[in-house]
């Protein structure tokens, strides 16, 4: 993040806007009905700015000085001189005031971002500086899916705000009774004209809400397998909706900061001998937590219900009588593959396909492989990295060809993904050469021949 996005209160608040053309015309209209003390000074100042301004002394028509900045919050220099612009950006910092030179990222300390204006309700979109016709576009395609009664909707929610604190003493409770007078029919009223109408049912949603005790419920997540383009929009309305998440440690980044700001958030991720905490314990906290009338959300990487564990905790969930939801996600089998561009299934090279996971309950990996060699198959082998040499020998003891294509991908749909290929004889030795970090998965069959064929993403460059 290279620019803090933040909203400043001008009002009765001396700014000083250096430049008299059209782009300085644009940026004092902006800080007018930002109800900024305006002063404009440029060798040349446009009509329309000097209209604008009304006020003759508000226009300084002569050269920048120094002094201008005496008494000044803010400033902008929107000159073509680049002399001036820059003079006007080393006197501001170092007397550390927030100043904008348009279109010049390297000397502001505080941007302009593109705004959508539904006051008091305020959206802003930032590339930056770096490309401000997509901010604009972006800015755009907001304005038509934010209808322009939205500000009537937040100033009912204002006048209302110590109202519903004073009656509703617990945060959850609060935060629910919002989501549903913004997502039913109060907002609806307000949006349609019908003002008086949606005050009287405000009231009346408050009187029911203090004396209604609030059910938790547990959402068990599938995060997919890395690229959070892959979640679903069911999974992501859950995750903004959670008030605490427990998530384990195949959820990337990316995807835990779409979940909701103010939600806590506990690690609960296990790796091969390190459980930061035992499965039986998630299970009992899943329960705790929505028996305190919490919205839980358990975020888990791939697919909940494939090698995801996700029946273990929603069959204690059921015997608590907690209520639960579960979203599939994208299972890191088909995720990678495509990523990979190995299909699991091809007419002319697989007709079936397994999933098998290649670390098991006691450290071992005692598999069925008879079943593992048959023809025409796919095996995928999840969490395999460190039994690799094991899974090739043993494919190889049972029947399997040393010639046999494998692949084993790396951090698989993400910006880091790489796709390591060899046979079963020889992809051990290769990956042991390279620092091949988890999570990754193993595909074998005839069906990696395609990947050099089909491949479509770069490794590396997400």
Same mark, same amino acid.
């Given at each position: 993040?290279? &620019?803090?996005?933040? /909203?400043?209160?001008?009002?009765?608040?001396?700014?000083?806007?250096?430049?008299?053309?059209?782009?300085a015309?644009?940026?004092?209209?902006?800080?007018?009905?930002?109800?900024?003390?305006?002063?404009?000074?440029?060798?040349?100042?446009?009509?329309?700015?000097?209209?604008?301004?009304?006020?003759?002394?508000?226009?300084?028509?002569? #050269?920048?000085?120094?002094?201008?900045?005496?008494?000044?919050?803010? !400033?902008?220099?929107?000159?073509?001189?680049?002399?001036?612009?820059?003079?006007?950006?080393?006197l501001?910092?170092?007397?550390?005031?927030?100043?904008?030179?348009?279109? @010049?990222?390297?000397?502001? #300390?505080?941007?302009?971002?593109?705004?959508?204006?539904?006051? +008091?309700?305020?959206?802003?979109?930032?590339?930056?500086?770096?490309?401000?016709?997509?901010?604009?576009?972006?800015?755009?395609?907001?304005?038509?899916?934010?209808?322009?009664?939205?500000?009537?909707?937040?100033?009912?929610?204002?006048?209302?705000?110590?109202?519903?604190?004073?009656?509703?003493?617990?945060?959850?409770?609060?935060?629910?009774?919002? %989501?549903?007078?913004?997502?039913? +029919?109060?907002?609806?009223?307000v949006l349609?004209?019908?003002?008086?109408?949606?005050?009287?049912?405000?009231?009346?949603?408050?009187? @029911?809400n203090?004396?209604?005790?609030? @059910?938790? %419920?547990?959402?068990?997540?599938?995060?997919?397998?890395?690229?959070?383009?892959?979640?679903? &929009?069911?999974?992501?309305?859950?995750?903004?909706?959670?008030?605490?998440?427990? &998530?384990?440690?195949?959820?990337?980044?990316?995807?835990?900061?779409?979940? $909701?700001?103010?939600?806590?958030?506990?690690?609960?991720?296990?790796?091969?001998?390190?459980?930061?905490?035992?499965?039986?314990?998630?299970?009992?906290?899943?329960?705790?937590?929505?028996?305190?009338g919490? $919205?839980?959300?358990?975020?888990?990487?791939?697919?909940?219900?494939?090698?995801?564990?996700?029946?273990? %905790?929603? #069959?204690?969930?059921?015997?608590?009588?907690?209520? /639960?939801?579960?979203?599939?996600?994208?299972?890191?089998?088909?995720?990678? *593959?495509?990523?990979?561009?190995?299909?699991?299934?091809?007419?002319?090279?697989?007709?079936?396909?397994?999933?098998?996971?290649?670390?098991?309950?006691?450290?071992?990996?005692?598999?069925?492989?008879?079943?593992?060699?048959?023809?025409? @198959?796919?095996?995928? /082998?999840?969490?395999?990295?460190?039994s690799?040499?094991?899974?090739? %020998?043993?494919?190889?003891?049972h029947?399997? #060809?040393?010639?046999?294509?494998i692949?084993?991908?790396?951090?698989?749909?993400? +910006?880091?993904? $790489?796709?390591?290929?060899?046979?079963l004889?020889?992809?051990? *030795?290769?990956?042991?050469?390279?620092? !091949?970090?988890?999570?990754?998965?193993?595909?074998?069959?005839?069906?990696?021949?395609?990947?050099?064929?089909?491949?479509?993403?770069?490794?590396?460059?997400?």
């Amino acid at each position: 993040m290279d &620019f803090l996005p933040v /909203f400043l209160r001008l009002q009765q608040q001396r700014v000083l806007l250096v430049g008299g053309g059209q782009v300085a015309l644009r940026k004092a209209r902006l800080l007018l009905r930002a109800q900024a003390e305006l002063t404009v000074v440029a060798t040349t100042i446009c009509a329309e700015l000097q209209t604008l301004l009304k006020s003759p002394h508000l226009c300084q028509v002569r #050269s920048f000085q120094d002094s201008d900045l005496d008494g000044v919050v803010l !400033v902008v220099a929107a000159t073509d001189d680049q002399l001036v612009n820059r003079r006007v950006s080393a006197l501001a910092h170092a007397r550390k005031l927030p100043v904008n030179v348009v279109d @010049q990222p390297a000397l502001c #300390s505080f941007i302009f971002p593109s705004i959508v204006d539904r006051s +008091p309700l305020l959206v802003a979109v930032s590339s930056g500086g770096s490309a401000p016709v997509l901010s604009r576009l972006l800015r755009a395609r907001l304005e038509t899916l934010i209808p322009s009664a939205y500000g009537t909707l937040v100033q009912l929610l204002g006048r209302h705000r110590d109202l519903v604190k004073s009656k509703l003493l617990n945060t959850q409770m609060r935060m629910r009774f919002w %989501e549903g007078i913004i997502n039913g +029919p109060v907002a609806e009223l307000v949006l349609s004209g019908q003002k008086e109408k949606a005050e009287l049912l405000f009231q009346a949603t408050l009187n @029911q809400n203090r004396f209604k005790q609030e @059910q938790g %419920e547990v959402y068990l997540v599938g995060a997919g397998p890395g690229d959070p383009d892959l979640l679903t &929009f069911r999974a992501l309305r859950l995750m903004q909706q959670a008030d605490v998440v427990l &998530f384990d440690r195949l959820v990337s980044p990316e995807i835990l900061a779409l979940v $909701r700001q103010d939600a806590e958030r506990i690690h609960v991720g296990k790796q091969r001998s390190d459980h930061t905490m035992p499965q039986e314990e998630i299970s009992r906290l899943l329960v705790k937590l929505a028996s305190q009338g919490k $919205r839980v959300l358990r975020l888990k990487g791939g697919d909940p219900f494939i090698f995801g564990r996700g029946g273990e %905790e929603i #069959s204690r969930l059921a015997e608590a009588r907690i209520p /639960f939801q579960i979203v599939p996600g994208i299972t890191a089998a088909s995720g990678c *593959a495509a990523y990979a561009g190995i299909p699991l299934t091809h007419r002319d090279h697989a007709h079936s396909v397994r999933f098998v996971t290649g670390h098991l309950k006691d450290d071992s990996c005692n598999l069925d492989w008879p079943q593992l060699v048959q023809p025409g @198959q796919t095996v995928v /082998f999840y969490m395999g990295l460190v039994s690799l040499p094991q899974i090739c %020998e043993q494919l190889m003891a049972h029947g399997a #060809s040393a010639n046999t294509p494998i692949a084993l991908v790396e951090q698989g749909t993400t +910006p880091n993904q $790489r796709v390591h290929t060899g046979t079963l004889s020889t992809l051990p *030795a290769l990956v042991s050469s390279k620092n !091949v970090q988890p999570p990754t998965l193993i595909i074998v069959g005839d069906v990696v021949k395609l990947h050099e064929q089909l491949r479509w993403r770069e490794e590396g460059q997400g």
